[in-house]
């Protein structure tokens, strides 16, 4: 065991060694340290089994309003003896002259035998030096004095008196070395030696969110594989959020119970007139309803980012191009370990005139390589707005199952043709939280939003 | 998405030689995700698009294509007849415009067939249907009618015994008084006639879409059925009857027609359609090198018909497959047909050089500088609740942006400031160790044209001796470091600040944003024992757009 001590150690090591046993208060005057120190010095040497601390209680007596008045003055019986040292006195008189307390006074002398009757005079008989209880008195005094010094038979003849005695009790800490303590060789002055063996404070580092880590690491994947970057609102139009991609305005995903429609609000322009044209006519012919304009206007909260790609893509209609979008998305759900109303999601795409099912298979396979994952399969699923729809499904070792991830496919011609898109469209996208979930080793998904410092403290930075 | 339960050892009763395994790892191939399992049973999510999967029927046709069993199309072969025939009257004309029907005969029928029929009739019902809206079935015992019915129309106090009642109950009672009325009565409006099928005998057959007859109540002593579909367009009615009828046929029933006639509606034809493609657009979408043969032996696995024609193939789809509207959906028929899994991922050379969007730059530095001051980084929902917003901290909600009907009730508001949401945060880390120091940087909503969404940054700092001048530091210090700006505060009063502990932050002469030691009243109601000082900026405008 290290044997550097602190100042304050060694200073209270070095008093009990000549005096062994203190309570605290008096450690404070034969060290000149605070009580603070005092107290902190004392849990030190405890816990490194140096000191042993003593509780015990002492009782202490003082005296109370009427015995500090007979300490002045003498004890009513005292008073009476005085008065009739001399001559003896009518009852009358002395009553007179003593007062309230010339009963108990009377009763005491006479029980005693130090005074006697004759006709109507009180005389005196005997005349001790030292009546009971003096001696008790005296000794208290103005003081507090602890009851063990104390002659308890002496006591008693006034402890029953209202308003003499006063009981207390206090607690108190003796404070002594160990054995151990006690052969500790303490060298004066200081040597600046440290205990570097002692458990020091945590501090927390501060630190980025880790769902906004795995975010960033997402982020560079895709720039490092060509594609660039693009943001778009979270508030959008019907119309690009569902009847761009193709979902029909009866569809079950548009019905309030699914997706967050902002009350009493509609965007007042939604798109180009010949675009609007268009999409109509193509909502027409395959789904055989009254497409209604104001149902498009509506705006909800986005329900995926693949509203901002293609509304990207129907501005610049481009033949070649790598482009994703990172965001927020909601839906209308109730919360629980599995679903949050609003997460993130990464949504992108690739156009070009050669582009096939099978590369975009292949970033597919290439992103999950990256984040560590390597054990992927793909099976055929079904979206509105690709066709053909495949989604990934990657092994979870820790789950031992397979778990869906990013769902693909590509872009119908009922979604590009109307926009003026003439070449083929690879688009894929998901759920960031849940490769966060897979990568921090969570099973519960709202833990990313609860804010729990203890846990944004203690996660680690590299997973 | 719908789901069906399947039992295994029925599945091999319809396949033929195929082990339980290979079913369950074929499934996926045909876009079904198993669910669960349970020893024998097992229950799929199928795509809405494919109602012919709501029912074992279906999707043994589906998994012989796929195990080769069989493949090609299912034809229909229907019995024709004129025994059978629907007089539509013109009345319902404005309220359910279209019926049609047809016949399965010989059929057997136990319990397990009957409940595939109810689940596949509420599939139906709920997916292509919309609900009852677009189209509605009946499925009758066929020997309890007397042919020719009549599709008409009725007043709401027309009475008949409803399925699953002992007595007489008028057509309000119905839609008042029972489940199905209750559910789908809206569908009728205020109608005073409502839709009505008779038969001859004047006997009440079915009340579209609401509820059949009790006469007609299909039981395992049923051999014939009569299936009628109303809805308000042709084409959904009958597309949503070649299901059945290819469901029913698979089932081992003979199908026989109906004939319909008056007000516009005709005898179904539940004929095949025929798409041209080209093997030039499979191999370029797939990115593979199909022969002809290939492709059309695929699209024969996922049981469609395909010949070559000239250079073309002419493929024959059968009407129950109404999810294909083009060559994109062959595409994706020949891709099942082949094999997902026979799909060799390819990684071809980026043609484009990837940029990160400079507001994203911009982000992450100001995050990484303020780590360096010492804040966590925190993540708050952009939809969040009154309570966070308003009432806890004294804010007054002015313009504020809801959402309709949310599940959650800490779900309803769009923020217009990240700050109260920050104050949230301390107040779940009370018991935490202390300095708390959090900053979050996200999007804002304000009600404009429509909305508008900024980008705002917002820093909070709580412990024993936090003061205005340490948050000032800290906010001065972020945006020099970050973005080489020169910060100013001035005297300002805000509900979220102490009176006289607060100021407006300036840069370059314009008001970006508040500053503040946070109302002792906030930090009583979220029941913080430290002072807690913080800010809010916005950052559009000021580092980006």
Same mark, same amino acid.
Request: glycine fraction near 4%.
């Given at each position: 065991m290290s044997q550097v001590f602190h100042e304050i150690e060694k200073k209270i090591i070095i008093s009990l060694k000549d005096n062994t046993k203190q309570t605290p208060e008096q450690l404070e005057k034969s060290t000149h340290l605070s009580p603070d120190q005092i107290r902190r010095g004392i849990e030190w040497l405890k816990l490194k089994e140096l000191a042993i601390v003593n509780e015990s209680q002492i009782i202490t007596l003082s005296l109370g309003k009427n015995g500090l008045e007979s300490f002045h003055k003498g004890l009513p019986e005292r008073k009476l003896l005085d008065l009739l040292k001399n001559e003896s006195k009518k009852l009358s008189d002395l009553q007179r002259e003593l007062g309230t307390v010339f009963g108990p006074a009377m009763g005491l002398a006479r029980k005693n035998n130090w005074v006697d009757t004759s006709e109507d005079k009180i005389f005196l008989k005997n005349h001790p030096s030292e009546l009971p209880g003096e001696k008790t008195l005296k000794q208290i005094g103005e003081n507090k004095i602890p009851k063990?010094?104390?002659d308890i038979d002496d006591l008693s003849n006034i402890?029953?008196?209202?308003?003499f005695v006063i009981e207390d009790i206090i607690k108190t800490k003796e404070i002594s070395l160990t054995e151990n303590a006690k052969s500790i060789e303490i060298t004066a002055g200081?040597?600046?030696?440290?205990?570097?063996e002692s458990k020091v404070p945590d501090v927390f580092v501060a630190r980025t969110h880790p769902l906004k880590d795995t975010i960033d690491e997402i982020r560079e994947i895709f720039v490092t594989l060509g594609f660039t970057e693009i943001i778009g609102n979270m508030t959008q139009p019907?119309?690009?959020?569902f009847d761009a991609l193709f979902t029909?305005?009866?569809?079950?995903?548009?019905e309030l119970q699914d997706t967050f429609y902002l009350d009493g609000i509609s965007a007042?322009?939604?798109?180009?007139i010949e675009q609007i044209k268009k999409i109509s006519e193509t909502h027409k012919k395959s789904w055989r309803y009254y497409w209604d304009i104001n149902e498009a206007k509506k705006m909800v909260?986005?329900?995926?980012?693949t509203c901002v790609t293609i509304k990207h893509l129907a501005e610049n209609k481009p033949d070649e191009a790598r482009v994703f979008s990172l965001g927020r998305v909601f839906r209308n759900e109730k919360v629980s370990y599995k679903h949050l109303v609003e997460f993130n999601q990464i949504e992108g795409v690739v156009v070009g005139k050669n582009a096939t099912l099978r590369d975009l298979m292949g970033i597919q396979r290439e992103f999950y390589k990256r984040i560590g994952i390597t054990k992927i399969k793909f099976w055929p699923t079904f979206f509105p707005?690709?066709?053909?729809s495949l989604q990934t499904m990657v092994y979870n070792d820790r789950l031992e199952k397979w778990v869906e991830l990013f769902g693909m496919g590509i872009f119908r011609p009922e979604v590009t043709k109307p926009l003026g898109i003439t070449k083929p469209v690879l688009a894929w996208g998901g759920g960031i939280e849940r490769i966060a979930m897979l990568k921090y080793g969570?099973?519960?998904?709202?833990e990313f939003y609860s804010n729990n410092l203890s846990w944004l403290r203690s996660a680690r930075k590299c997973q | 998405m719908p789901v069906v339960e399947l039992s295994y050892s029925r599945l091999q009763k319809l396949l033929g030689k195929v082990s339980k395994k290979q079913i369950s790892e074929s499934l996926p191939f045909l876009g079904?995700?198993?669910?669960s399992e349970d020893k024998d049973l097992v229950r799929v999510e199928y795509s809405?698009?494919?109602?012919?999967?709501?029912t074992d029927l279906g999707i043994a046709l589906g998994l012989q294509g796929l195990f080769g069993i069989r493949s090609g199309a299912v034809k229909l072969n229907i019995k024709k007849s004129t025994d059978y025939a629907i007089n539509v009257e013109q009345s319902v004309a404005k309220i359910r415009p279209f019926v049609t029907g047809i016949i399965a005969k010989n059929g057997r029928i136990d319990d397990y067939t009957i409940k595939q029929l109810m689940a596949m009739q509420e599939d139906l019902h709920f997916g292509i249907g919309r609900k009852r809206k677009k189209s509605s079935i009946g499925i009758h015992d066929l020997d309890k009618i007397s042919f020719p019915l009549t599709y008409t129309t009725t007043k709401r106090d027309h009475k008949f015994i409803p399925l699953n009642s002992d007595h007489e109950l008028t057509i309000s009672d119905i839609l008042v008084n029972t489940d199905v009325g209750r559910d789908y009565?809206?569908?009728?409006?205020?109608?005073?006639q409502v839709p009505l099928i008779l038969d001859?005998?004047? !006997?009440?057959?079915s009340f579209p879409p609401i509820i059949n007859a009790a006469t007609t109540t299909v039981t395992t002593k049923t051999k014939n059925l009569f299936v009628e579909v109303t809805g308000i367009n042709k084409d959904d009615v009958e597309d949503m009857l070649s299901v059945v009828a290819t469901i029913l046929q698979t089932a081992g029933f003979t199908l026989v027609s109906t004939k319909i006639t008056g007000a516009k509606n005709t005898s179904p034809k539940l004929e095949s359609k025929k798409i041209l493609i080209n093997s030039g657009l499979i191999n370029q979408m797939l990115g593979l090198n199909l022969t002809t043969t290939q492709i059309i032996s695929s699209l024969k696995k996922s049981r469609l018909d395909a010949s070559l024609k000239g250079k073309n193939i002419v493929c024959t789809i059968p009407?129950?497959?109404?999810?294909i509207f083009g060559p994109m959906d062959l595409v994706e028929e020949v891709s099942l047909g082949y094999g997902i899994q026979n799909l060799e991922p390819i990684l071809s050379p980026s043609q484009t050089l990837g940029q990160t969007n400079p507001i994203s730059i911009k982000l992450k530095s100001l995050s990484l500088t303020m780590i360096g001051l010492g804040y966590t980084e925190a993540l708050n929902s952009s939809l969040t609740s009154k309570r966070v917003l308003y009432e806890m901290t004294n804010r007054k909600p002015i313009n504020m942006i809801s959402v309709l009907d949310?599940?959650? !009730?800490?779900?309803t508001i769009l923020r217009d400031s990240i700050l109260p949401e920050l104050l949230e945060n301390l107040s779940r880390n009370i018991?935490?160790?202390?300095p708390q120091k959090l900053f979050e940087t996200g999007t804002v909503f304000s009600q404009g044209n429509p909305i508008s969404e900024t980008t705002s940054f917002a820093g909070i700092s709580a412990h024993q001796d936090a003061t205005f001048t340490e948050i000032k530091s800290i906010l001065q210090s972020a945006l020099k470091t970050g973005f080489n700006l020169d910060t100013e505060t001035k005297t300002f009063s805000h509900s979220i600040f102490e009176e006289g502990r607060t100021a407006s932050v300036l840069v370059n002469g314009k008001i970006i944003g508040i500053i503040g030691e946070i109302n002792s009243k906030t930090i009583e109601n979220y029941k913080i024992r430290v002072p807690v000082v913080g800010f809010e900026i916005s950052l559009s405008g000021l580092i980006f757009d």
């Open positions: 063990s010094e104390i402890l029953k008196r209202p308003d200081s040597s600046g030696a440290i205990d570097v019907c119309f690009w959020n029909p305005q009866d569809h079950s995903a548009r007042k322009n939604i798109g180009t909260l986005r329900t995926h980012t707005y690709t066709e053909p969570l099973d519960d998904v709202r | 079904l995700d198993i669910e809405p698009n494919r109602p012919d999967y709501s009565g809206a569908i009728l409006g205020n109608s005073l001859s005998k004047k !006997q009440t057959i009407s129950y497959r109404f999810d949310s599940k959650s !009730q800490e779900h018991h935490t160790s202390y």
